[in-house]
């Protein structure tokens, strides 16, 4: 009876534990969905007057950002711990949003996107890595996936938020202004709820806190076996002096190499989809092709809806199946509606109304698939392919690779939007998504990992 108590107990701190840091999550999805809408308001010439290689800087400038906080964050992690990294990735939310909101040149908003693109890269990494680390094992995977679903509920509100305020006072133009600076409530919430987050028992064991270390598992519902077995992993990795491994001896065990080589190929599959090209030039690309900027902002809700709805059910269905197949299905699936997008814009087969309904469609499918399947098992797959003692690193580099290759292409879209048009890029990331299958199918090994994991632990 009393165990069955502590066991309720356990898991009620744990859900409000993952909720709270899954609000890094839904910042994430925010602030990189909220310039969807921002952007053509903040572009007008009585604004900050942008042309289409400044809107790719000020949109690839966060991401940059990105890619630093992402290649810092294990580092940061594994020194000041899980739970006082979080605390300062709010602060830093928190500052350059409101940065970002009252910017007056263009130099500046750059300037704190960039910053703020520090705490976003910093979250995308440290936030499942948390998350994986204070569940129980048979819980792991849905408190993980909270924080995908997180991500797309934060783009909604944003695509929401852009929606309600652009056309109700879309005629006064700094509207952009209170479009960005919404997002400093969430972000302090997250500081101000942080402080009672239980610290990693996992990072506190590799750091000689075991009273603590035991206090917390118990306090977080892990079992009396759980327990003891990461005990053994940790005793064992302290002993052998493992957890000081160095870059040279990580590139000489093909072990640790192979599953660092399978995380930076999950890192370019999740962003060589084109996921981020519509969710950050949605709004954008929906003129392109005919529909008005008030249609645009609305229809950008539509998507960020169905995107969510699919988070919620994809999130269910990898829990119980191969990991590796999911993502295969998913990426064909994005294949798929993206080639028929593609065929419907070259071919013209129905007219100006007709087009634009069947293009929001096949982007919602899209972005289905995308959301529902091929990112939520982008991020559970890195939270579990590594070694404790090597997690933090290899997913810092995983992340990196992400955040690399999404502001590549943020960087490029409009560029390429405006020399080759809209169809031919739809064509680009269908022809990306097959070969992206290849990759998952020829390369990512199940077995192989597991056979990799045993040998380095």
């Avoid at 108590?5 to 602030?31: E, N, T």
């Avoid at 892990?222 to 000081?244: P, Y």
Wanted: aromatic content about 10%.
């Amino acid at each position: 009876m009393l165990e069955h108590g502590r066991a309720k107990i356990g898991d009620s701190f744990l859900r409000y534990a993952s909720s709270v840091i899954a609000l890094g999550g839904f910042l994430f999805g925010y602030d990189t969905g909220v310039i969807n809408g921002a952007l053509s308001f903040l572009s007008q010439p009585n604004q900050l007057n942008l042309n289409s290689a400044q809107q790719g800087i000020v949109s690839s400038s966060l991401i940059i950002g990105c890619c630093f906080g992402a290649l810092l964050s294990g580092r940061l992690a594994d020194k000041i711990g899980r739970k006082a990294a979080l605390q300062w990735v709010a602060v830093v939310f928190t500052v350059a949003t409101l940065g970002c909101s009252l910017s007056t040149t263009s130099n500046m908003l750059i300037a704190f996107r960039t910053i703020l693109g520090l705490s976003v890269g910093c979250a995308s990494d440290l936030a499942p890595m948390y998350l994986a680390e204070i569940s129980p094992r048979e819980q792991r995977s849905r408190n993980v996936n909270k924080n995908a679903i997180a991500i797309v509920i934060g783009q909604l509100a944003s695509f929401t938020v852009n929606a309600i305020l652009g056309n109700v006072w879309g005629n006064w133009g700094p509207i952009w202004r209170i479009m960005m600076g919404v997002a400093a409530l969430p972000a302090f919430l997250l500081w101000l709820l942080s402080f009672d987050l239980p610290q990693s028992p996992k990072w506190q064991l590799l750091n000689t806190s075991l009273a603590q270390a035991k206090q917390n598992f118990k306090k977080l519902g892990f079992s009396g076996i759980d327990i003891r077995k990461n005990l053994i992993n940790t005793k064992k990795i302290v002993q052998t002096e493992e957890s000081k491994i160095d870059i040279k001896r990580i590139f000489n065990n093909k072990y640790l190499v192979y599953l660092l080589a399978v995380g930076i190929s999950i890192g370019l599959i999740q962003q060589l989809s084109g996921v981020n090209a519509i969710m950050y030039y949605g709004t954008i690309l929906l003129e392109k092709v005919g529909m008005s900027r008030e249609m645009s902002l609305y229809s950008n809700i539509l998507v960020g809806v169905i995107s969510t709805v699919a988070t919620l059910l994809g999130t269910r269905l990898i829990v119980n199946h191969n990991h590796r197949e999911m993502l295969g299905i998913g990426l064909l699936g994005n294949a798929f509606f993206l080639g028929l997008l593609t065929a419907v814009l070259h071919f013209n087969f129905f007219s100006g109304v007709n087009t634009n309904i069947a293009v929001l469609l096949l982007l919602a499918f899209f972005l289905a698939t995308q959301q529902g399947i091929v990112s939520p098992v982008t991020w559970l797959m890195l939270s579990e392919i590594f070694p404790q003692r090597l997690k933090a690193r290899f997913m810092a580099v995983s992340t990196t690779v992400i955040w690399l290759t999404n502001f590549v292409i943020s960087l490029v879209c409009p560029i390429l939007l405006g020399s080759f048009g809209t169809t031919n890029v739809f064509l680009l990331f269908t022809i990306s998504n097959i070969l992206c299958v290849c990759l998952t199918f020829f390369f990512i090994n199940p077995q192989a990992m597991r056979n990799a994991l045993k040998r380095v632990k």
